[in-house]
């Protein structure tokens, strides 16, 4: 058995819809996440805008990927963030939330290997 | 509280090397395994090869999205797929399993919401 890095799954809860419908906010949180745990993007984030609706961007990362999904409708959005090695993925976590006006959160935490 | 979907974290273990450094199969393996499913690609899969190592690549789905990031040292690879609506992930995680050749799976699934 190995372990290769840690699999947060964060669901965020009590976002500012308006910001959850926002390509662009999430376009930019996504780097700015990896960036905040010194994590290397391998690209451009893909993104995808459900028209009226919710938002979906994928950054992958020298250190696996980080995903955001929102539902504004709910007021919530999905998070995973995929991390090896030593980058601390909480941090990017804190970003991300605070960048859409989270209110709460539950994470579930996966070693993964 | 909302429930969207069923996000499945899978470690797939004692997978042939050869095939998880091939970037063309896992290029094949993820909309293979989208259409198992009857999920909908929004684009092509996003795929970094690291030379001599491992192969990431990721599907964003109308349903959210499937990750595959391989490590042929360790025979190992590392699946999420994150599903909205009535498809069932399972049929994914089995086809994608079976073509990386892999001999033993762990899967946690979280309910997310």
Redesign the interface.
Known sequence: V?S??L?L?V?LHGSDPVRLKNVELVKTCLPGAAAKCGMTA??PP?L?QFPGQGV?G?L?LKE??I?V?T?PE?A?A?L?I?T?GPADPRKAVDFIKQLLGASASRT?T?D??
Chains 1, 2 share one sequence.
């Open positions: 190995v290769v890095g699999h799954l669901d391998m690209g893909v995808h979906t994928v992958v696996s990927h995903s999904h539902w709910h919530f999905a995973d995929f090896c579930v996966v993964r290997g």
